[in-house]
Nanobody
Framework: QVQLVESGGGLVQAGGSLRLSCAAS????????MGWYRQAPGKQRELVAT???????NYTDSVKGRFTISRDNAKITVYLQMNALKAEDTGVYYC?????????WGQGTQVTVSS
């Protein structure tokens, strides 16, 4: 059974920074993709950034140049460094791991950016 535990959310002023972490445990198959999604109130969950186990990263356009995804394969942990935060970045951020055995989600961590 795979478990994902996120941490690092909180309240920050616009222009500030936060760093999210997501640690995976259990039987993890490679190759895999780990990523971050977010869901704002009243909106659908959307992709923020993904990182493959081979090192390829992908970002949604609205966060390019502000967010950086990274991962530690040895620790099976993915990070999201968020800089220059905007009010529209507010939402619940979810970690996801996708492998040949299925997709797994974390419980989510709240990020609130005050303007």
């Amino acid at each position: 059974q795979v478990q994902l535990v996120e941490s690092g959310g909180g309240l920050v002023q616009a222009g500030g920074s936060l760093r999210l972490s997501c640690a995976a445990s259990g039987v993890i198959y490679s190759p895999n993709v780990m990523g971050w999604y977010r869901q704002a109130p009243g909106k659908q969950r959307e992709l923020v950034a993904t990182s493959t186990s081979s090192g390829t990263s992908n970002y949604t356009d609205s966060v390019k140049g502000r967010f950086t995804i990274s991962r530690d394969n040895a620790k099976i942990t993915v990070y999201l460094q968020m800089n220059a935060l905007k009010a529209e970045d507010t939402g619940v951020y979810y970690c996801k791991l996708q492998s040949s055995r299925g997709a797994y989600w974390g419980q989510g961590t709240q990020v609130t950016v005050s303007s």
